[in-house]
């Protein structure tokens, strides 16, 4: 299920103003892209690793030893309703090497 704030996330702004500059001047899109391949050497060389762990309490990829879907759900008092600390229980897969989590 679709988070149902997709719609409203920042990137669709984005894409869409992206989109109307590429229509109205060819090639805006391929420059983003030029200028990014450009910087991304240095940004990999600033930007902090962080090494993915699994959740202690549902067994998804965090940098911490709980989730942010666990620590609010705990902090409201309803953990053990979480869907996935249930329905998902031993059928997660750890992430591979290089793989970003959904
Ligand atoms: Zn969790």
Redesign the pocket.
């Known amino acids: 299920m679709p988070c149902p704030y997709a719609s409203e996330a920042l990137r669709n702004d984005i894409r869409v103003m992206l989109n109307r500059m590429e229509h109205k001047h060819a090639g805006t899109k391929f420059t983003v892209f030029q200028a990014i391949e450009k910087i991304r050497p240095t940004l990999e060389k600033i930007t902090k690793k962080e090494k993915l762990k699994e959740?202690s309490?549902?067994g998804?990829p965090?940098t911490e030893k709980?989730?942010k879907?666990?620590q609010m759900l705990q902090q409201l008092g309803i953990f053990n309703s979480h869907p996935l600390s249930k329905s998902l229980e031993g059928t997660r897969q750890p992430l591979q090497q290089g793989q970003r989590p959904l």
């Open positions: 959740c309490q549902c998804e965090t709980i989730c879907a666990c």
